[in-house]
T-cell receptor, first 112, second 112 residues
């Protein structure tokens, strides 16, 4: 059982470049979300979705876009990368009626 | 302001030396408190959910407890393989939606 799969695991970008982090889950979870993890800070919510076609902003949404066209996929787009977006990004999902999050293995992004 | 604070930031134990990790929280509308384990380079892995004061959950050498203001993760006779970062999170109801607030974690190192 694959669970939550994130790609790529590592990425280096130059300031101003755009890219998409991919996230797919095979557990039929309605809820999907993106977090960033920075040293000395707790996981911070970027965007989330409670089902196909429904997305909303989290705590730190600026500079990121999301869409949810299927239950399985929830890509995160960086529109114009900035050094402040250097971080480890985690995708997480859960059934809508429980609180337990299932995380992917993370995508480490460096913006030069 | 909703907040989750974990202590200590880091903890070194000898194998077999029991100890406790603390997670204190100030949130309104608490729905649940969660403990996760995170190994280096990996995503957080779910351990426990606690819903009400007085509740306890156990798994192998780990036991989680909850009061109205804090939670403890007790580690009994730890082994080197228990070395990881332990994250605490609360799910709270705020502004018409449920949100997660993560602590910054406790880095545990168990020495053989």
């Amino acid at each position: 059982n694959a669970g939550v799969t994130q790609t790529p695991k590592f990425q280096v970008l130059k300031t101003g470049q755009s890219m998409t982090l991919q996230c797919a889950q095979d557990m039929n979870h309605e809820y999907m979300s993106w977090y960033r993890q920075d040293p000395g800070m707790g996981l911070r919510l970027i965007h989330y979705s409670v089902g196909a076609g429904i997305t909303d902003q989290g705590e730190v949404p600026n500079g990121y876009n999301v869409s949810r066209s299927t239950t399985e996929d929830f890509p995160l787009r960086l529109l114009s990368a900035a050094p402040s977006q250097t971080s480890v990004y985690f995708c997480a999902s859960r059934p809508v009626n429980t609180g337990e999050l299932f995380f992917g293995e993370g995508s480490r992004l460096t913006v030069l | 302001e909703d907040q989750v604070t974990q202590s200590p930031e880091a903890l070194r134990l000898q194998e077999g030396e029991s100890s406790s990790l603390n997670c204190s929280y100030t949130v309104s509308g608490l729905r649940g408190l969660f403990w996760y384990r995170q190994d280096p380079g990996k995503g957080p892995e779910f351990l426990f959910t606690l819903y009400s004061a007085g509740e306890e959950k156990e798994k192998e050498r780990l036991k989680a407890t909850l009061t109205k203001k804090e939670s403890f993760l007790h580690i009994t006779a730890p082994k080197p393989e228990d070395s990881a970062t332990y994250l605490c999170a609360v799910q709270a109801f705020s502004s018409g939606t449920y949100k997660y607030i993560f602590g910054t974690g406790t880095r545990l190192k168990v020495l053989a």
